[in-house]
């Protein structure tokens, strides 16, 4: 009995998380991950994956990020139909981000089309809103901590991994091979979720690596935003945050409604004005079972650790368009968190000229872009056409990344049991996948590899 692992994405690269498990009997897709970021991983989002689609007779999800799903709309239009499992809060948040990410590419092939921009023409979407929602009638919730049954005789199990709301391990177990897929592995002592949970690891266990030669900055992020807001509000100006909508809007939520409790920031009005993170932010109030005991704690107290006081969900656009007439000091958290598109943009066009307010970053930027430019010192910014100058604040919290550090990686893999017979590192840029095998070697001396795109080994 042969049991083979083919890595169809995040191999020697971040993005497109998904692999291919096959033994005699079955074929299984663990992610199904959308290639995000760099053009030449992009455009691999509309090669076929080499495999018949119809064939694969289990789909598993590690959670609810794109760069762990959003094939899926695309694989099911093109044949796959088998059962997709995860957790209950992740099949929530996809029901969010799947039919999102269906919308940016319809809306991307319109914009193509409008200015001629495609090789192809009429340019296509990746896959449609359509699409998403009939590939999430696949879907099937698992519990954690509970190994199911999914195909006869091959069992998985889904443990928690911090990250985000829902994120999981899986620990598959088929033939008599045991593989543990780590998922992203989330903080230790981070608030909302628990921490990574320990397992026992088997035949072969798939890393993540993101930040596997690097670690987080302790830069308190609690005292940088106590700072921001009460300069910013001495100065009588606004507080803009662009932020991911799922899991670093929450986190700002807590930390705002914590610094507001203690009396550190004065109670202004905070805005969540991204439709997207007032669903996520739903979503995270529904699904208590995975807080940590400080967040249970504010449970018990019959409040939300989501809900400062005067905190204010837009209902609509005409709702948001409104808040440029307000000059009164307030916070607003609205997205995309890398000024990619969203109504953050208007909000930037609105309030970035004015030396009274402040613009916050508190994620990661990618180069070249719009956040990027502004970080690195620039006196105007591109904005519907126009050159706007810059004149507010500008501010970074650096530490709130949802990945473990290599540290935080390392405290996990002691934390686990069982020696693995082989160690795939994937999800991380060639240099950190490169060192933090090369760290897992010497340290444990494991027999680590970093896995080529499309290569295949046997378990
Ligand atoms: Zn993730």
């Known amino acids: 009995m042969t049991v083979t692992v083919k890595f169809l994405g995040a191999a020697g690269t971040v993005t497109g998380s998904k692999y291919l498990v096959r033994s005699d009997k079955y074929t299984l897709l663990v992610d199904a991950g959308l290639f995000q970021g760099k053009r030449e991983w992009r455009e691999r989002n509309w090669n076929h994956p080499d495999v018949a689609l119809e064939s694969i007779d289990a789909t598993l999800l590690t959670h609810a990020h794109i760069d762990h799903t959003g094939i899926l709309p695309r694989y099911h239009a093109q044949g ?26 319809e809306e991307e092939a319109e914009f193509r089309n409008k200015k001629g921009k495609s090789k192809h023409h009429p340019a296509l979407p990746l896959y449609t809103v359509r699409d998403a929602e009939s590939s999430l009638n696949l879907f099937q919730s698992v519990e954690f901590n509970v190994n199911v049954e999914i195909l006869p005789g091959v069992f998985a199990e889904w443990r928690r991994m911090g990250h985000i709301l829902g994120a999981a391990s ?64 001495k100065r009588k100006g606004v507080v803009v945050i ?35 993170a007032t669903d996520a932010t739903a979503t995270y109030k529904q699904h208590t079972e995975g807080y940590d005991k400080e967040a249970m704690a504010i449970l018990k107290e019959g409040r939300s650790p989501f809900e400062p006081s005067k905190v204010y969900y837009t209902k609509d656009r005409r709702e948001s368009k409104k808040l440029n007439g307000i000059d009164d000091s307030m916070i607003i958290i609205s997205a995309s968190g890398m000024l990619s ?6 909000h930037l066009l609105h309030r970035i000229s004015s030396p009274s307010n402040t613009i916050l970053f508190v994620g990661y930027q990618p180069p070249g872009g719009r956040g990027d430019w502004i970080l690195k010192g620039s006196k105007t910014l591109r904005l519907f056409g126009d050159e706007v100058p810059i004149r507010a604040q500008i501010e970074e919290i650096d530490g709130l990344s949802a990945h473990a550090d290599r540290d935080e990686l390392l405290r996990w893999c002691e934390s686990c049991s069982g020696t693995p017979s082989q160690v795939a590192v994937v999800h991380g840029e060639p240099d950190s996948a490169k060192d933090f095998a090369e760290t897992l070697k010497q340290k444990y001396s494991w027999d680590t590899f970093t896995p080529k795109y499309h290569q295949e080994v046997e378990v």
């Open 170 to 233: 899986i620990t598959l177990s088929i033939e008599d091979k045991v593989i543990t897929f780590s998922g992203d592995i989330g903080r230790y002592s981070i608030p909302i979720l628990k921490d990574p949970e320990p397992l026992e690891l088997g035949d072969l266990l798939l890393i993540e690596s993101t930040y596997g030669n690097r670690l987080h900055e302790n830069d308190r992020p609690k005292e940088i935003l106590t700072n921001v807001i009460n300069d910013t509000v």
């Open 341 to 346: 598109g969203g109504r953050i943009l208007h």
């Open 80 to 105: 796959l139909s088998c059962p997709v499992y995860c957790t209950v809060p992740t099949h929530s948040l996809s029901k969010i981000l799947l039919p999102d990410s269906a919308y940016l590419h």
């Open 242 to 276: 662009p932020s991911f909508a799922v899991g670093r809007a929450q986190l700002l939520l807590y930390y705002i409604r914590e610094l507001k409790d203690q009396g550190k920031i004065p109670d202004i009005p905070v805005i969540i004005d991204s439709p997207m």
